[in-house]
């Protein structure tokens, strides 16, 4: 079973400048949507290290919280996992634990779920393929494959993140496409020379101490995988404060027996020098210096590369090749979910999904607390009033409703001109409440019968401009504020800090700002409200979208949209949107009784509810709520939805 080690090893530097040279730009688009909130990074194994990778790449790119769990770790956490992006390591996607992850982060709503492969075609993204919140980026790395403890790809995986999350985040950092200026020697065959060299003494003991910081804990994770799997030797984690607190009394006892492996890094240098020196003098430190950065994490990696081959070298054992055993394999064949109780791996019903989106807890934290009841309650007669309803009309936002943060620049998708147009084509009446102009214009026009141009209303920035679609010369793009807007447009634009980290764009009766890097979204957002909230309240206020913050007139209102079609249809009136939530700018359009949110609601019991399937947001979430809209012979429709009360807990 496997491959020798070496021959893995003699392939990293091809395998190295395929991943230097591969396309990122996918991944790097799926990781920026996931940085907008928390990570869970979920890897079991070796891919536990790649892991650890995003996870330290994320907090550094991101400024938000970032934790490398394994799967049975996150089964437990459905809660946790609403309010985060899930991030699946894997080698080759065929891995049932893998498949169990992708299922459950998606149905329990994550933001995203994101798979990095390293095998295309995988079982992964065939089962990516039933869920609109999961993407499997898929990588062919050029090596033979794999071997016990999949170096090449956990190599490629975390150069490929590297980049990726560079890219995402606007952050610069130069990957040498020469492995050996990575691990900083001249010849990568030269460093594994050095380290089997400079380790032997390591190798004598029955058991290592890893001492490791934050950039090189996914090293440090590495060293422990890897020597653990191949039983090469006993291993003991530590970060240098954590070792402080009692870890140090192994080697008070076990001296002789004991050895330590020091990543060392630049911003805890004096700490690590200091907690060094107190090591006896008898037990053996093997020190790795490492910039506190990308560029450290993978040199590190590196060196726990070469750290595992000078310990199989060591001990006679072939790390690519050590031999399962008959019970290891059969415990293999186990998984987090598969072999659960069924009772913990019964997916969540609809009804559950929908109060836990609203409540943002589980029904069981609900049920302890005592408010279970009053949320059934207010489930119950969403759900009845929005049955009741006869619908003349519906209301959307743009993007992140209709269209995705990928295809803002494209016409709608075929399955979504096909559902608005059976709508029109039954005599019902189509708003469209956009914080963008002539874009959406041009979308639906290229995208719909002209003979329908009239049934749509369109309000433009933010509902700033209303106009029919049939009305090329609207909206006004005039790139002049007016006057309402002029004293915030004067300060936004003397604010030399948002000028640094953000891009400004006036319209008459819109301000638009954007971030530069993704990093910056709540800075820019405490600098727009600064200046909206504090210094010009009640005359102007600040939304946010999914990709930007818009600034209008307090008088403006996507609700514009919903009151001027109210005025010439018989019949109510459903909204649709995805940022339900403020400063969401679909809160106001989503605070009447009859509206879906296909993403972010708000805590008002009354309205803005997500009913849709788990496992679905977004323009698919529409797509289905759509689907559930009866149209009479009339022009109106009735919601039927496939939720129920009794007896679903």
Request: hydrophobic share 40%; proline share 4%.
């Amino acid at each position: 079973m496997g491959r020798p080690f070496g021959e893995e090893l003699s392939e990293l530097e091809a395998t190295h400048h395929w991943a230097c040279t591969a396309s990122v730009d996918s991944l790097a688009d799926h990781l920026q949507t996931a940085m907008a909130g928390p990570l869970l990074a979920v890897g079991s194994g070796g891919s536990f290290t790649t892991a650890a990778v995003a996870a330290s790449l994320f907090r550094t790119a991101s400024s938000n919280l970032a934790f490398a769990v394994t799967p049975q770790e996150l089964s437990a956490q459905r809660s946790a996992i609403r309010q985060a992006s899930v991030l699946i390591a894997t080698a080759s996607g065929s891995n049932p634990d893998a498949i169990g992850v992708l299922k459950t982060a998606s149905v329990n709503d994550a933001r995203v779920v994101v798979s990095l492969c390293t095998k295309i075609n995988s079982k992964l993204s065939i089962e990516a393929a039933k869920h609109s919140n999961v993407f499997v980026e898929e990588f062919p790395i050029p090596s033979q494959g794999d071997g016990f403890l999949a170096v090449n790809s956990l190599w490629a995986s975390s150069v490929l993140l590297t980049r990726a999350f560079q890219q995402a985040s606007g952050l610069k950092l130069r990957i040498s496409k020469k492995l050996a200026t990575v691990a900083g020697v001249t010849k990568w065959n030269s460093l594994i020379a050095k380290v089997a060299k400079d380790s032997e003494d390591i190798w004598q003991r029955k058991t290592t101490i890893v001492l490791y910081g934050p950039t090189s804990y996914a090293a440090a994770v590495d060293v422990e995988s890897k020597l653990t799997e191949a039983a090469l030797q006993n291993v003991a984690l530590a970060d240098y404060r954590h070792f402080a607190h009692g870890r140090h009394h192994w080697i008070a006892k076990h001296s002789g027996q004991t050895s330590v492996i020091a990543f060392v890094e630049d911003d805890e240098r004096k700490l690590a020098d200091r907690t060094l020196s107190e090591i006896p003098d008898d037990v053996p430190v093997f020190r790795i210096d490492l910039t506190s950065d990308a560029l450290g994490m993978l040199k590190g990696l590196s060196y726990a590369f070469s750290l595992t081959a000078a310990a199989g070298e060591s001990v006679s054992i072939d790390p690519g090749r050590p031999g399962v055993p008959s019970f290891g394999r059969k415990i293999y064949r186990l998984n987090a979910y598969g072999n659960l109780a069924p009772k913990q791996v019964q997916p969540p019903t609809r009804e559950t999904i929908a109060i836990e989106r609203k409540a943002r807890c589980s029904i069981q934290h609900l049920e302890r607390r005592g408010t279970l009841k009053s949320w059934l309650t207010a489930y119950q007669g969403f759900i009845e009033n929005l049955q009741a309803a006869k619908f003349s009309a519906v209301v959307f936002d743009y993007d992140g409703t209709l269209c995705s943060s990928a295809e803002r620049r494209s016409d709608l998708r075929p399955e979504v001109t096909d559902a608005i147009t059976n709508l029109l084509e039954s005599g019902m009446a189509i708003g469209i409440a956009t914080g963008r102009g002539k874009s959406v214009r041009e979308s639906f026009q290229n995208s719909l019968p002209k003979r329908f141009r009239d049934q749509i209303l369109v309000g433009y920035y933010n509902g700033g401009q209303i106009a029919p679609l049939s009305n090329s010369a609207m909206p006004d793009g005039t790139p002049k504020v007016s006057p309402e807007l002029s004293g915030v447009w004067s300060e936004l634009n003397s604010d030399k800090r948002l000028q640094q980290i953000a891009c400004l764009e006036g319209r008459l009766r819109q301000i638009t700002v954007e971030t530069k890097n993704s990093q910056d979204v709540e800075e820019c957002w405490e600098l727009i409200q600064h200046a909206t909230a504090s210094l010009f309240p009640g005359q102007v206020k600040a939304v946010r979208s999914s990709h930007s913050f818009d600034v209008v007139p307090v008088d403006v209102s996507k609700v514009d949209v919903m009151d001027a079609i109210n005025k010439e249809y018989n019949g109510d009136v459903l909204a649709i949107g995805d940022m339900g939530l403020w400063p969401g700018n679909d809160s106001e359009l989503l605070r009447n009784d009859f509206s879906l949110s296909v993403d972010e609601v708000s805590s008002d019991r009354n309205s803005c509810w997500n009913l849709a399937s788990p496992g679905l947001s977004g323009v698919e979430a529409t797509l289905e709520y759509l689907s559930r809209l009866k149209i009479s012979k009339t022009g109106i429709a009735r919601l039927k939805l496939p939720h129920k009360l009794e007896g679903f807990l």
